[in-house]
């Protein structure tokens, strides 16, 4: 059950995140932009967002075979250079630990993302890491027909 519609209780707040989510759409590939939603929220735990994010990347046209993939991407075959980098960083980002983002996991992700769109890159898995925590903690009602 739905603890919250925090749109309702604090709009401002939420636009606000709203208004990241409209800059990441804008500025990172669409591909690579599901794909990382995808892994961060299966990390998370975010069954709202998995389901939100699977979706709307099939309407775009990706395989069913690469986005069960996600799951598992290092063992994957069907992910090129730079989805595996922005899934590797995502994989970091999300699980943050006491010594932050490894830098072997920076260095790869560097090497094939323009300081700016690693920049983006960034933001968006901030982004989908602030949308799982918004819908985990309020436990966000997955549509029952879509």
């Not at 919250?4 to 709009?11: C, D, F, I, L, S």
């Amino acid at each position: 059950m739905q603890r919250m519609n925090v749109a309702e209780v604090a709009p401002e707040a939420y636009q606000s995140v709203l208004g990241l989510e409209k800059y990441v759409r804008a500025n990172v590939d669409h591909t690579v932009l599901e794909l990382v939603k995808l892994r961060a929220s299966m990390l998370n735990g975010c069954a709202y967002c998995v389901d939100m994010h699977s979706r709307d990347a099939m309407d775009a046209g990706e395989s069913h075979r690469r986005l069960f993939a996600v799951a598992a991407w290092r063992e994957a075959p069907f992910f090129d250079e730079r989805e595996r980098t922005a899934l590797a960083l995502t994989d970091a980002v999300t699980r943050l630990g006491e010594h932050g983002v490894p830098d072997d996991v920076w260095e790869a992700a560097a090497k094939v993302w323009p300081e700016r769109a690693l920049a983006d890159l960034v933001l968006a898995i901030a982004t989908i890491n602030v949308w799982n925590r918004i819908a985990v903690t309020f436990r966000t009602d997955l549509p029952t027909e879509v």
